[in-house]
């Protein structure tokens, strides 16, 4: 996958409006004012699991694959020559002006290429991240209402079982800044409920779009919850 900046995931033509989705497969709450003394209801996303799950994002990630894809080839090539002249250069100290001039002459061609493909490909990167997340929100938004939450919390983390025990993300867990769940009870997480709505509008919106995401299936959150305990939440 491409970091999520990508996206980004990874990360394209559908409007924000095309989330008039889960009127037919959700009737949303009303907004009444809960009862005196039944508490606040309190729910978690986990922002990785969604960007990989909604097709939406998947599609646009590799989307941009495709279009990265022979920018890389490009570069590759030219890199290529880069080393061939540098070790001519060296084996042939006699002509070392008519290699570095060349070499000089293909450093600027790299540059220039890398620069093309930032100035091609970073605007359409930054809107769909902001497209993305709005319809995130939104999707949080509809689920929220329909199921009764007053809060909802979104956070990212590891979203199989390898990657949740790896070094790497326990040492992120350790430095990161923002709250971490370590135990939450049955019901909080809703992010397949979120991952799921958020593709039934984009299938709605995009006739003929796959039906089914990497793990769409897949437990939100840290990979393998329990229904309660003190292992909830938790691989």
Not at 83 to 96: D, F, I, N, T
Not at 160 to 167: D, H, L, M, R
Not at 175 to 195: R, S
């Amino acid at each position: 996958m491409i970091p999520m900046r990508w996206i980004a995931f990874s990360l394209v033509a559908m409007v924000l409006g095309g989330l008039g989705w889960m009127g037919g497969d959700i009737v949303a709450q009303t907004g009444a004012a809960r009862p005196a003394g039944t508490g606040s209801r309190v729910a978690l996303i986990n922002l990785s699991h969604v960007l990989k799950n909604y097709q939406k994002a998947v599609a646009f990630n590799n989307e941009m694959k495709d279009l990265i894809s022979p920018l890389t080839q490009k570069q590759k090539g030219k890199a290529a020559q880069y080393e061939a002249l540098v070790k001519e250069a060296q084996a042939k100290p006699e002509q070392r002006e008519v290699y570095e001039k060349q070499i000089r002459q293909l450093q600027r061609e790299l540059e220039d290429a890398a620069n093309e493909a930032k100035m091609s490909i970073s605007k359409k990167q930054d809107d769909m991240l902001v497209l993305l997340f709005k319809e995130i929100q939104e999707g949080c938004q509809r689920v929220a209402m329909a199921q009764g939450y007053d809060l909802v919390l979104h956070y990212n983390d590891a979203t199989t079982s390898q990657e949740y025990w790896s070094a790497m993300n326990i040492a992120r867990k350790l430095q990161a800044g923002a709250c971490m769940p370590l135990h939450y009870g049955p019901g909080v997480e809703i992010t397949n409920e979120v991952v799921s709505a958020l593709n039934t509008a984009y299938s709605r919106s995009a006739p003929g779009a796959a039906t089914g995401g990497a793990g769409a299936g897949a437990t939100g959150g840290a990979p393998a919850t329990t229904t309660g305990g003190a292992g909830a939440g938790r691989p």
